[in-house]
C-alpha cells in the first residue's frame, strides 16, 4: 500500500507474524490479519518540500533479519532498483535499513526453536503457510528453511546499523543478505555472535575479530531500541517491510519488483504529488 506519511493516531505495541496477506503482489508480516496491503492508492495531507534532486531516490527500509517478507521483498526491490538504474541511467537510488523486531517476545540471551514457535503461534495453519512461503521464495532464488533456533534480532541490528556507520546503505546491504542467508536458510542462530561475526566477515565490512569486539561492547544498543520505539509509536509501523521514498511516501509490506519500478519511476517523474 503507498500512502503519503502521517503520523498515526494509536500505534501498535506488538508484532505478530502474518503470511495471509500473501498475493503475487504484495506481502507483508504485520499484527493486523484484516489488512489489504495489496492496493496501491495515494493521498496527501498537505504539500512537502523537496528534499532531493529529481534524479535521486532515497528509500529507508524498516527491516528485520527474523522477517521472511522482508527477505523476499528486499531481493524484489533491488531487482526494481537495478531496472531503473538501466533504464534512466543518471539515477542515484540511496537506501537505508532501519530496525524493527516482529516479535518483541524473543528472548535475547539463549534461542529457542523457530518452527515449534510458529507453529505453537499459527497451529493447523503452520503447514499450509510454510508452503506458500516456500514456494514464493524459490520464485526470487531463496530456499527457505524454518527449522533451527531462533531469538531476539536486537544484535543482528546493532551489527548492521554499525555497517551504515563504516559504509552506508551498500555495506548494511551487503551485510543483512548475509545474515538473512544465514538466518533463514541454512539455519543458524541470528543472535549469536560467532554466527554474526563470521557474516560481517563474508560481507567484506569488517574482520571477523572487529565485529566480534563490536558485539562484545554495549555499543548502539541505545540507538537500536530508539529507532524501534520511534518506528512504533511515531511512523506506526505493524508490517514488515516498511519503506519510505523520499521521506514521504510510504510502502507497507513486500512488493514485487514490478510494482516497486512502477512506484519509483512515477516517484522519480513526479506523477505521483503530494
Known amino acids: 500500500m503507498l500512502q503519503f506519511m502521517q503520523r498515526p493516531a494509536s500505534p501498535s505495541n506488538s508484532i505478530d507474524l502474518d503470511f495471509s496477506a500473501l498475493t503475487s503482489t504484495s506481502w507483508d508480516e504485520t499484527d493486523d490479519l484484516s489488512a489489504d496491503s495489496g492496493s496501491s492508492d495515494t493521498g496527501s495531507a498537505h504539500s512537502a518540500p523537496l528534499l532531493y534532486s529529481p534524479r535521486t531516490l532515497k528509500l529507508i527500509v524498516w527491516t528485520d533479519p527474523n522477517c521472511v517478507c522482508c527477505y523476499i521483498g528486499d531481493r524484489e526491490m533491488h531487482k526494481a532498483i537495478s531496472s531503473v538504474r538501466e533504464r534512466e541511467g543518471d539515477v542515484k537510488v540511496q537506501v537505508e535499513y532501519k530496525p524493527f523486531v516482529i516479535d518483541p517476545s524473543l528472548p535475547f540471551d539463549k534461542p529457542v526453536s523457530r518452527q515449534e514457535m510458529l507453529k505453537n503461534r499459527y497451529g493447523a495453519r503452520f503447514e499450509e503457510l510454510r508452503q506458500r512461503m516456500q514456494t514464493r521464495g524459490e520464485e526470487v532464488g531463496i530456499d527457505f528453511n524454518f527449522t533451527g533456533p531462533t531469538r531476539s534480532s536486537l544484535n543482528a541490528h546493532r551489527l548492521v546499523m554499525h555497517a551504515h556507520d563504516i ?19 541454512q539455519c543458524q542462530d541470528v543472535g549469536c555472535t560467532d554466527v554474526l561475526s563470521t557474516c560481517a566477515e563474508k560481507s567484506g565490512i569488517m574482520s571477523k575479530a572487529d565485529a566480534l569486539a563490536f558485539l562484545r561492547s554495549p555499543l548502539l544498543f541505545d540507538r537500536v531500541h530508539d529507532e524501534i520505539v520511534i518506528a512504533r509509536t511515531e511512523r506506526g509501523i505493524v508490517g514488515l517491510p516498511f519503506t519510505v521514498v523520499d521521506d514521504k511516501w510510504a510502502l507497507s509490506g513486500g512488493q514485487s519488483a514490478d510494482v516497486y519500478e512502477q512506484i519509483f519511476m512515477k516517484v522519480l517523474k513526479k506523477e505521483i504529488i503530494a
Request: no cysteine; charged share 20%.
Open 167 to 185: 559504509g552506508g546503505g551498500e555495506a548494511q546491504h551487503a551485510l543483512l543478505e548475509q545474515i538473512q542467508r544465514s538466518v533463514l536458510e
